[in-house]
């Protein structure tokens, strides 16, 4: 399953950029989480991931883990492919 990952870097972390992508990279290894793609942005979030969990037990532990680490915090959003949504809405519709 792919999940939207928004992010905020606490003001630690945020000056060692290397440090932090590596734990952060090391930890999603290990619970099976593969990125697909990663942003960085201005505004309200400091970065939006997309990655494929194995399942949402694996998203929720990083996040806490994340979290936990002091490294800042995560809020994660699943994300459905076009078809899936396409037939929530016929499902929805009979």
Do not use: C
């Not at 928004?6 to 930890?27: F, M």
């Not at 201005?42 to 990083?62: I, R, S, T, W």
Request: positive net charge; hydrophobic residues 40%.
């Amino acid at each position: 399953m792919k999940y939207v990952l928004l992010g905020n870097l606490s003001p630690e972390w945020a000056k060692k950029q290397s440090d932090r992508v590596g734990k952060a990279k090391a930890k999603l290894d290990k619970l099976g989480i593969k990125i697909e793609s990663i942003h960085y942005t201005q505004g309200h979030y400091d970065f939006v991931d997309v990655v494929d969990a194995p399942k949402p037990e694996a998203v929720l532990a990083f996040s806490v883990w994340y979290s936990t680490h002091g490294l800042g915090r995560i809020q994660s959003m699943p994300a459905f492919e076009p078809k899936t949504f396409e037939a929530a809405v016929k499902d929805a519709s009979d």
